[in-house]
């Protein structure tokens, strides 16, 4: 049973505009969460995060959201540019505040955002 | 800053032959991560490690071996590869304390089983 899940394979936004990536899960014990962005024929790359205390994260043009109750999460990126091209996954941890070392992170299946010019 | 690298990029091999996959990385992080993509399914955890002789298993282990002797390095080997383990290999690294969750992924490796 898929324990983070992305619904929009593919989301086409207009360059200049906001572009919403949504994500959800399920684990009730996930207690951090991650964006990645992933061009074609290389590695995901960090985007940002946002841990389970918090409800809000920004970094420049990039804001993470977090509504626990909900179990949903999304990134918002404004302005939107032709370089934010990319297929973007959401992943979870469970082992930011419960102790232990890191164990692997839970994957969504990714969203393929598209910025037209 | 090498970072981390995977080698081979790219892989061609037979059904029930063994095969290595290379994950080295220079910052000293104290844990590595091998993860598979697949269509459909997102990245999923094959094995981790903690540390240097420390391994533990993933999502999807079956039909994978792991080995990690020294810190930097990470190697995955497909004892009997089968046509299901073709796919795409990243390897990724995170460093310990608060920060842990946080992993860097090499450019990874493309693997057909033929």
């Known amino acids: 049973d898929q324990q983070v899940k992305q619904n929009s394979p593919s989301l086409s936004v207009q360059e200049g505009r906001i572009s919403i990536l949504n994500c959800d899960y399920t684990?009730?014990?996930?207690?951090?969460f991650l964006w990645y962005k992933k061009y074609p024929a290389e590695g995901p790359t960090f985007l940002i995060s946002i841990s389970s205390i918090k409800d809000k994260n920004e970094d420049g043009r990039f804001t993470v959201f977090l509504n626990k109750s909900a179990k949903h999460l999304s990134l918002h990126i404004v302005p939107s540019q032709p370089g934010d091209s990319a297929v973007y996954f959401c992943?979870?941890?469970?082992?930011?505040?419960?102790?232990?070392?890191?164990?692997?992170?839970?994957f969504g299946k990714g969203t393929h955002l598209i910025i037209q010019p | 800053d090498a970072g981390i690298t995977q080698s081979p990029r790219y892989k061609i091999t037979e059904t029930g032959r063994q095969v290595t996959l290379m994950c080295h990385q220079t910052?000293?992080?104290?844990?590595m991560f091998w993860y598979r993509q697949d269509l459909g399914h997102g990245l999923r955890l094959i094995y981790y490690?903690?540390?240097?002789?420390?391994?533990d298993k993933g999502e999807v282990p079956d039909g994978y071996v792991v080995s990690r002797s020294k810190t930097e390095n990470f190697p995955l080997t497909l004892e009997s590869a089968t046509r299901s383990q073709t796919s795409v290999y990243f390897c990724?690294?995170?460093?310990?304390?608060?920060?842990?969750?946080?992993?860097?992924f090499g450019a990874g490796t493309r693997l057909s089983v033929l």
């Open positions: 992943a979870a941890s469970t082992r930011m505040y419960s102790g232990g070392g890191a164990d692997g992170l839970t």
């Open positions: 990724a690294s995170s460093r310990a304390g608060v920060s842990k969750n946080i992993q860097y």
């Open positions: 910052w000293s992080h104290s844990y």
């Open positions: 490690s903690a540390a240097a002789d420390i391994t």
């Open positions: 684990n009730s014990m996930f207690d951090y």
